[in-house]
């Protein structure tokens, strides 16, 4: 089955939407017989792996040194950041991205740029919640070309809507 790679804030804790929804993806996709991956830490990377389904991979990718959550049963490690987000697009077949800081706003932007560029244009990119339609309003106002290329991402509300969307995706692909 594909991998789902979900990215958002370390720092989300089990009171915060955006936790809530990374354990809902994680619970929902992989008893569809998704593979998650995340950045195998705290936060979103963590609540995505804890209502997962025993039979999928909870794949980590970590630094060299750093400790995964205990959730993971695969870890990739990395020397680096870049070579950290380069392993996560490349492992995964699909991207949801929850709210976080600027390391997630860095994911986004890498990913969103491939798909730009037509590197991984057949693979899904979900950014959940206000934080991304706001962020492409500013964009928009800076650089009316960016408009052209906001059909490389799909924004969604919320973590039910995201899931269906992968589900059936993958469904229709196989087809």
Partial sequence: MAEVAIFGSRVANQDSIDWQNAKYLGRVLSNAG?????GAYGGVMEAAFIDC????????????????????????KTKDYFSRLIKMLDLADAYIVLPGGTGTFLEFAAVWALKERGVIDNKPLIAIGDM??????????????????????????NAEEAATFIINFFKEKKL
Avoid: C
Avoid at 53 to 76: A, C, F, M, R, S
Avoid at 147 to 157: G, N, P, R, S
């Fill in 132 to 157: 991304w339609s706001e962020i492409f309003q500013i964009m928009a106002f800076y650089n009316e070309r960016i408009i052209e290329h906001f059909d490389k991402v799909a924004t969604m509300d």
């Fill in 34 to 38: 998704f593979d998650i991956i995340t």
């Fill in 53 to 76: 389904n025993d039979n999928v991979k909870k794949i980590g990718v970590i630094l060299e040194g750093k400790t995964p959550n205990k959730y993971v049963t695969e870890v990739y």
